[in-house]
T-cell receptor, first 115, second 109 residues
């Protein structure tokens, strides 16, 4: 098992609500990435945080936002929830190294259902 | 546009029947090719990282190889516990992984 933890494991929200998902990184890692995985699909990159700043972003609207804290834990916030936001949200931690991708280690995920 | 395509979508094997999964990619400036295993409802579990064409890595019954255009995951003499979805991802830059849709492998005893 990796040292990446996520909470909560499951969540049910209604359309228009806001949600906050949490992630704790593996020890020694300094970046946190968030991915959205719809049923039957591969994970889609949302964004990555490094040194408490957004380091890169995928094709997701601004209502998806995040934070990284000094202890490298992170939050994913989604405002104005839509039905299509129902998915498994994955957090991954890694160590940023110049020139190549270091391996990203994933947590167990948070299953979000929007009704 | 960066793209990662996996084939086949699903693979049903008899225990002991070896096979290969394919991952083809069009990622400019690939920064690593990653293989993960994912069980239903769980997060992806890291298997291999490959950085250079010609590189090979092995772990138990799994072996990953990389060429300039594709990667293969070979499963030798699989067991039922090897049943899972296998995901391939290309490192697009320093921070983004671009995933394929996965190959779901079912191994029957």
């Amino acid at each position: 098992e990796t040292g990446v933890t996520q909470s909560p494991t499951h969540l049910i929200k209604t359309r228009g609500q806001q949600v906050t998902l949490r992630c704790s990184s593996q020890s020694g890692h300094n970046t946190v990435s968030w991915y959205q995985q719809a049923l039957g699909q591969g994970p889609q990159f949302i964004f990555q945080y490094y040194r408490e700043e957004e380091n890169g972003r995928g094709n997701f609207p601004p209502r998806f936002s995040g934070l990284q804290f000094p202890n490298y834990s992170s939050e994913l916030n989604v405002n104005a929830l839509e039905l299509d936001d129902s998915a498994l949200y994955l957090c991954a931690s890694s160590r940023l190294a110049g020139g190549r991708q270091e391996t990203q280690y994933f947590g167990p995920g948070t299953r979000l259902l929007v009704l | 546009e960066d793209q990662v395509t996996q084939s086949p979508e699903a693979l049903r094997l008899q225990e002991g029947e070896s096979s290969s999964l394919n991952c083809s990619y069009t990622v400019s400036g690939l920064r690593g090719l990653f293989w993960y295993r994912q069980d239903p409802g769980k997060g992806p579990e890291f298997l291999f990282t490959l950085y250079s064409a010609g590189e090979e890595k092995e772990k138990e019954r799994l072996k990953a190889t990389l060429t300039k255009k594709e990667s293969f995951l070979h499963i030798t003499a699989p067991k039922p516990e090897d049943s899972a979805t296998y995901l391939c991802a290309g490192g697009v830059n320093d921070y983004k992984l671009s995933f394929g849709a996965g190959t779901t492998v079912t191994v029957r005893a």
